[in-house]
């Protein structure tokens, strides 16, 4: 998969978290579902993504031997740039409640299957040559 072709397909599963999002508070008018900045950890989230998979199509277009330790090396970079922002806003908010790790959390998975799935299509895709 191309970086474009990932671009145009990021930029759909980005636009459809957002309706998603945005209508959540639609449905449950009476619950408090996000955070108060939770489009700065949404837009961090999904940055850090696209750059991670970035850094994945580098390494790949590179060496393709050692593909699978540029994935590994991006997923462990993700990580820890997110696992910092945890500790930043920890440390900012003096608490962290239920409803932050709900946010973080669900993100951080729904990103990182979306990261995973397209690598994976990647690898099918040199397989195959």
């Not at 009476?30 to 700065?40: A, E, H, S």
């Not at 696209?50 to 994945?56: E, K």
């Not at 959390?105 to 397989?127: D, K, P, V």
Request: hydrophobic share 60%; proline share 2%; aromatic share 18%.
């Amino acid at each position: 998969m191309t970086l474009a072709k990932f671009t145009s397909i990021y930029f759909i599963f980005v636009g459809l978290l957002i309706g998603v999002i945005a209508v959540l508070p639609v449905v449950f008018p009476d619950k408090q579902l996000f955070i108060n900045n939770f489009w700065v950890m949404f837009g961090f989230l999904a940055g850090i993504t696209y750059v991670a998979y970035m850094l994945v199509d580098i390494g790949i277009k590179r060496d393709p031997e050692v593909g699978v330790m540029a994935i590994m090396g991006s997923i462990a970079v993700k990580m820890i740039f997110c696992m910092a922002f945890v500790l930043i806003y920890s440390i900012k908010a003096k608490g962290i409640g239920l409803i932050f790790l709900l946010n973080f959390f669900s993100l951080y998975l729904l990103f990182t299957a979306f990261e995973i799935y397209c690598l994976l299509r990647n690898l099918r895709h040199q397989n195959l040559k």
